[in-house]
């Protein structure tokens, strides 16, 4: 069965860093292209991060870029997702989710398989 299992937030200051993890199984996962994605209450789905297949290529939403590095292991079926200098406005449930091609999608829709998340909180 296909999984996709998000780890590594939590509770952390301004400024401060997460690293998350997506491990991943039951596909070929060096085959996808790989995502991050965020969901605040209230809020629609954000794409945050996306990487080739064989990790050649990583592309980031304009606000994260610079402070987030996404990083992919294929021999060990993982996806990260660095995240420094985090924000308030970072808060938010973080899911790893798998394309056959390059997309910002907005909408799980518009991925194949998709986590259920770790949940990020950037707070004083």
């Known amino acids: 069965q296909v999984q996709l299992v998000e780890s590594g937030g939590g509770l952390v200051q301004p400024g401060g860093s997460l690293n998350l993890s997506c491990a991943a199984s039951?596909?070929?996962?060096?085959?996808?292209?790989m995502h991050w994605v965020r969901q605040a209450p209230g809020k629609g789905l954000e794409w945050v991060s996306g990487?080739?297949?064989?990790?050649?290529?990583?592309y980031y939403k304009d606000s994260v870029e610079g402070r987030f590095t996404v990083s992919r292991d294929n021999v060990k079926n993982m996806l990260y997702l660095q995240m420094n200098n985090l924000k308030p406005e970072d808060s938010a449930r973080y899911h790893c989710?798998?394309?056959?091609?390059?997309?910002?999608?907005?909408?799980?829709?518009?991925?194949?398989?998709w986590g259920q998340g770790t949940q990020v909180t950037v707070a004083s």
């Open positions: 989710a798998t394309s056959n091609y390059l997309t910002r999608g907005r909408s799980f829709l518009e991925y194949d398989y």
């Open positions: 039951g596909f070929t996962f060096s085959a996808v292209y």
């Open positions: 990487i080739k297949p064989d990790g050649d290529y990583t």
